[in-house]
């Protein structure tokens, strides 16, 4: 399983408790769910911003 497909099952965790929290009325748990999502948003788009700048590295030659 490759980080990618981690970050997508964090983020559909989220998805999911934030669906079950919303259903049960439990606001606090809603709060928490949204910011977990948030946060695999994120660690998503830094993934794929390096993933970005190793490819330019290759195709221009440059080092890290």
């Known amino acids: 399983m490759g980080l990618l497909d981690k970050l997508n099952l964090r983020q559909l965790k989220a998805r ?8 049960t009325g439990n606001r606090r748990l809603a709060a928490k ?4 999502e948030a ?6 788009t830094q993934d794929e911003i390096l993933e970005t700048a190793k490819e330019i590295r290759r195709e221009y030659g440059m080092r890290t």
Request: charged share 35%; net charge positive.
């Open 16 to 23: 999911t408790t934030h669906h079950l929290a919303k259903s």
């Open 33 to 36: 769910a949204r910011t977990e």
């Open 39 to 44: 946060e695999a948003k994120l660690l998503r």
